[in-house]
């Protein structure tokens, strides 16, 4: 803030009560636009706060699936029309996300990393794409000893080593090398630091090797993800800026090209998402989920997005959490599920 030495008291009164970066800010100067869900999942069976996270896997033919958390039980899988596939019994699982090429047993897995705080361990699953089937792999639950991990986030560096980035209520974020060792699964942990507060949504750039984490009520800021030890943080957003509210939750990539397209985080405090263009970082725009042939959304957690093209979505999609389903029967007995949108709709909306 710049100071001004002026002559009159008046003058020294006005500035005093002068709110222009409050202004700045304000959600009246950076307004959203509206887009609508083109279908949402089945609401999960748990009732009250159950969804949490989702993940993306679309292979080469445009075929894959969705998989999504219910907190309290296990993991979703939705086939990318938003029917149900599968169901996995595997308890308090909070977030989850996915790369493919993990080679198991000397074949290659999409691999599947979930959060659980509860005790302290990060599970794992596999997809074999060639059998079409899902996979609980040897020592599938890994200890991450007093750790307690609330997000997750799975990056792949140009050497085909998988890191696993775990964020924590305590604003400490870790990050291990993930990998088979003698049929096992297995992590080793290679870097932390702290990330302020509480910490839960992150998302790896594999192209550019960086990693993007959200503090709820601190801001959205990007690191390097080599564990060189050079912790250096970036601010692409404060809590309160460009009309996002707090918590910053969910955080995903849209892709394109070598380095280009958005960082996408939630702003749960006034049901929004907030873009920022890469390489640049800079803010795009903001949107609101509306009403249209399913409901809107509200209180998003986990968000992600694919630039992969499906036969429904030429430029990929974004997969949203939902707080609460319009088939609830009341808050009380809430069900949640996410909801899918065109990405062509959110261009079209940034282009306006």
Known sequence: MKTYFLASAFALTLAACATQPAALNAEADYPAFTV????????????????????????????????????????????LDGTERDYMKMGTVNNVDLREGFMYKGRPHVLMVLSNDEINAVETRLYDQVADRFVTPDNARLSTGTLSPYGICLGRSVNDTYHVGITTKAGIYEQHIISEVGGKMSIRKVRDFSTGTKTEGCAFDDRSRYVYIAEEEGGLYRYPASPSGKDAQTVLAKVGEYGLAADFE??????????????IVSAQGNNSYGLFELPSMEYAGRFTIGDGVV???????????????????????LVVQDDIDDTSLSEGRKKQNVKIVDWRDIEAGLAK
């Open 250 to 263: 969910g955080v995903t990539i849209y892709e394109s090209g070598v380095d280009a397209g958005y960082v």
């Open 36 to 79: 609508k869900a083109a279908f949402e999942t089945p609401v999960m069976a748990s009732e009250g706060d159950s969804t949490d996270d989702p993940a993306i896997y679309v292979n080469p033919n445009g075929g894959g699936f969705i998989a999504a958390t219910d907190k309290q039980s296990g993991l979703y899988i939705y086939n």
């Open 295 to 317: 409901d809107g959304t509200s209180t998003t957690d986990g968000i992600a997005a694919t630039s992969t093209s499906t036969a429904n979505f030429p430029k990929g999609f």
